[in-house]
């Protein structure tokens, strides 16, 4: 299995971005995919993650409510739908791939791995 992220920029405090993880090499629709992020010194966190089925989602808490997760299983893609960003919210964000359909939050329980994608939003 492989992932590739996408999407990542820069922007503007109170902007919004969108990132893409497609994954190829598996079964997508039996998956469930999860987002994770990165700031410099700091460890890997849980930002989001769905199911295999699309109806089961979790959030970070300081996600909830500014961030959406969703997939498009015949396109083997998962999104990342990131609104009212701050400062805070700059990381490198990394998609990852759990071999079971049920959605978790711990990294250590997801197999695979894409490549990461920068965001940085400016003050």
């Known amino acids: 299995v492989q992932l590739q992220a996408s999407g990542g920029g820069l922007v503007q405090a109170g902007g919004s971005l969108r990132l893409s993880c497609a994954a190829s090499?598996?079964?997508?629709?039996?998956?469930?995919m999860g987002w994770f992020r990165q700031a410099p010194g700091k460890e890997r966190e849980f930002v989001a993650a769905?199911?295999?089925?699309?109806?089961?989602?979790y959030f970070a808490d300081s996600m909830k409510g500014r961030f959406t997760i969703s997939r498009d299983n015949p396109k083997n893609t998962v999104y990342l739908h990131m609104n009212s960003l701050n400062p805070e919210d700059s990381a490198v964000y990394y998609c990852?791939?759990?071999?079971?359909?049920?959605?978790?939050?711990?990294?250590?329980?997801?197999?695979?791995w894409g490549q990461g994608t920068l965001v940085t939003v400016s003050s």
């Open positions: 990852a791939l759990k071999q079971t359909g049920w959605a978790t939050t711990g990294h250590e329980q997801y197999d695979y």
């Open positions: 090499g598996g079964t997508f629709t039996n998956y469930a």
């Open positions: 769905i199911s295999a089925s699309g109806r089961t989602t």
